[in-house]
């Protein structure tokens, strides 16, 4: 199984770095500030079944794979407030009923 590669020269993981760590990371490429010496992961393959949630198939690079995935994700999230929406419109509704029904209530039957 492959896994991404850790840059030989971070120190320091840190989020939101075009790097992924703090230190200066250089080693092993002048051009890519990085590099590594293990595998891209656009050469990391995956070799599993088709994964039926995200479309991920076997000979898809992790690149892809995780393309895919995200677009998943994406969605998911969209539905989710889509969803939040819809149940907050339902809530209204509901509240409304409630409160007609009190009226209904209190103009027929006076206690």
Same mark, same amino acid.
């Given at each position: 199984?492959?896994? #991404?590669?850790? +840059?030989?020269?971070?120190?320091?993981?840190? #989020? @939101?770095?075009?790097?992924?760590?703090?230190?200066?990371? %250089?080693? +092993?490429?002048?051009? @890519?500030?990085?590099?590594?010496?293990?595998?891209?992961? $656009?050469?990391?393959?995956? $070799?599993?079944?088709?994964?039926?949630?995200?479309?991920? =198939?076997?000979?898809?690079?992790? @690149?892809?794979?995780?393309?895919? *995935?995200? =677009?998943?994700?994406?969605?998911?999230?969209?539905?989710?407030? $889509? %969803?939040?929406?819809?149940?907050?419109?339902?809530?209204?509704?509901?509240?409304? *009923? +409630?409160?007609? *029904?009190?009226?209904? $209530?209190? +103009?027929?039957?006076?206690?």
């Amino acid at each position: 199984m492959a896994y #991404l590669p850790v +840059n030989p020269c971070c120190t320091g993981v840190v #989020l @939101n770095s075009p790097c992924g760590c703090s230190s200066t990371c %250089n080693c +092993n490429s002048t051009t @890519n500030p990085c590099g590594t010496s293990g595998a891209l992961s $656009n050469t990391i393959v995956y $070799n599993g079944p088709t994964l039926p949630g995200s479309g991920v =198939e076997a000979c898809d690079t992790l @690149n892809v794979a995780l393309s895919k *995935i995200d =677009e998943v994700l994406v969605q998911l999230k969209n539905q989710v407030a $889509n %969803n939040t929406a819809a149940i907050s419109s339902i809530t209204e509704q509901i509240i409304d *009923i +409630n409160a007609q *029904i009190v009226t209904i $209530n209190n +103009n027929c039957c006076p206690s």
